[in-house]
């Protein structure tokens, strides 16, 4: 089942803060995180681990409440390359390959 | 380093017409491979997936197919393309045995439009 994301839009204005919701009804192993620019490939962000394990982008922060199965991702201080769509996938098992990708959440950050 | 190519980069096809588009990966060995469809406005839906040579799995039943006849290629095809067929397909690969472990790198993507 598709991972539930918001809000689905937000606009910000350089140097603004803002915080993109990933939700599920599955319990979660993995939540990835991309994003991506008009008409171009989906960019690997971050990936967030059961256990707390972490690997992605120096620049951007995310949480995940294995409990609640959730996550976020985190934007701060907000620049003009931070627009885009951002995208959460899900796996559910260590094994597994499968990633279920939200609808995705799309970023305007105006000057 | 290492780099996936996608061709075409944009296709228009008529109804009915058969389909094939073709992915590749540079600069790695026996990469976990992927077929995501992207409909305008939507996420991504995986078609297929790949842990090796000539080992596929479905994940969306419908008129597609996929084959991977070498280790880093893979192809998707169709016999009989359908309107509904239309989107953006992106191929990823990834390390390791488990793609829900580690990171997907997308490539360029393919714009079909079925007329």
């Known amino acids: 089942q598709q991972p539930v994301q918001s809000p689905q839009a937000v606009i910000l204005r350089e140097g603004e803060d803002a915080v993109i919701n990933c939700s599920s009804s599955k319990a979660l192993y993995s939540v990835h995180w991309y994003r991506q620019k008009h008409g171009e490939a989906p960019v690997f962000l971050m990936i967030?681990?059961?256990?707390?394990e972490q690997k992605g982008h120096e620049k951007i922060s995310a949480s995940f409440n294995e409990k609640k199965q959730q996550s976020s991702l985190y934007l701060t201080a907000s620049q003009l390359s931070y627009s885009g769509t951002y995208f959460c996938?899900?796996?559910?098992?260590?094994?597994?390959?499968?990633?279920?990708f939200g609808k995705g959440t799309k970023l305007s950050v105006i000057p | 380093s290492q780099t996936i190519h996608q061709w075409p980069a944009t296709l228009v096809q008529p109804v009915g017409s058969p389909l094939s588009l073709e992915c590749t990966v540079e600069?790695?060995?026996?990469?976990?491979l992927y077929w995501y469809r992207q409909a305008a406005g939507r996420g991504l839906q995986l078609l297929f997936y790949s842990v090796g040579i000539g080992q596929i799995s479905s994940e969306v039943p419908q008129n597609l197919s996929a084959s991977r006849p070498q280790d880093r290629q893979f192809i998707l095809s169709s016999k009989k393309l359908l309107l509904s067929d239309s989107g953006f397909y992106l191929c990823a690969w990834s390390w390791g045995r488990s793609g829900a472990r580690n990171e997907q790198y997308f490539g360029p993507g393919t714009r079909l439009t079925v007329t």
């Open positions: 996938g899900t796996g559910v098992g260590a094994g597994s390959y499968q990633l279920t």
């Open positions: 600069g790695t060995s026996n990469p976990n």
């Open positions: 967030l681990l059961k256990g707390g």
